[in-house]
T-cell receptor, first 111, second 113 residues
Framework: DTAVSQTPKYLVTQMGNDKSIKCEQN?????MYWYKQDSKKFLKIMFS???????INETVPNRFSPKSPDKAHLNLHINSLELGDSAVYFC??????????FGEGSRLTVL | AQSVTQLGSHVSVSEGALVLLRCNYS??????LFWYVQYPNQGLQLLLK??????LVKGINGFEAEFKKSETSFHLTKPSAHMSDAAEYFC???????????FGPGTRLSVLP
């Protein structure tokens, strides 16, 4: 039973399209995150939610909109996709123990 | 502001040799420090963490790291490399326990037969 699961694992789409990535965690954690990993493996935080409330919103284009319907879910919607959005997007969660638990990633390729 | 540097984007060692991956951090308050490993096409998994208890921290797969406040370092070591250790390794720091993680740029470890 996967602790942090993301779907889809792979996403190939055309520039200008809108797409969503879903994330669910069954660990009972209060905090969830979206990270972007670029082609050089650099990890950058995009958003963090604590108990459905946005607590970190880094300098991300407003084409990216996170949504947390409940504390077990954090979805990422991306409008008007651009070539530079191609990356691996990781969902993660954490609790009082401090460490992050990551999903397996969603590889987005924009053509 | 916190930051993490990892010296060496790529480290190669022979199987059986010592592994040393370097991590230095900057933080204005006492940090919590972590090492994560990422195998190809997978998410990151925790290797070990420092949370202000013992300065020498043991993790999974025979890895350990030592927190040295005077050097602002948290280097990762393993006495004897195994082929299965080949992966990307990330050092991370936070001062809000459970939030605001900052990751280093990663070090790719190659293990040669």
């Amino acid at each position: 039973d996967t602790a942090v699961s993301q779907t889809p694992k792979y996403l190939v789409t055309q520039m200008g399209n809108d797409k969503s990535i879903k994330c669910e965690q069954n660990l009972g954690h209060d905090t969830m995150y979206w990270y972007k990993q670029d082609s050089k493996k650099f990890l950058k935080i995009m958003f963090s939610y604590n108990n459905k409330e946005l607590i970190i919103n880094e300098t991300v284009p407003n084409r990216f909109s996170p949504k947390s319907p409940d504390k077990a879910h954090l979805n990422l919607h991306i409008n008007s996709l651009e070539l530079g959005d191609s990356a691996v997007y990781f969902c993660a969660s954490s609790q009082d123990t401090g460490e992050l638990f990551f999903g397996e990633g969603s590889r987005l390729t924009v053509l | 502001a916190q930051s993490v540097t990892q010296l060496g984007s790529h480290v190669s060692v022979s199987e059986g040799a010592l592994v040393l991956l370097r991590c230095n951090y900057s933080s204005s308050v006492p940090p919590y420090l972590f090492w994560y490993v990422q195998y190809p096409n997978q998410g990151l998994q925790l290797l070990l963490k420092y949370t202000s208890a013992a300065t020498l921290v043991k993790g999974i797969n025979g890895f350990e790291a030592e927190f040295k406040k005077s050097e602002t370092s948290f280097h990762l070591t393993k006495p004897s490399a195994h082929m299965s250790d080949a992966a990307e390794y990330f050092c991370a720091v936070t001062h809000n326990y459970g939030q605001n993680f900052v990751f280093g740029p990663g070090t790719r470890l190659s293990v040669l037969p």
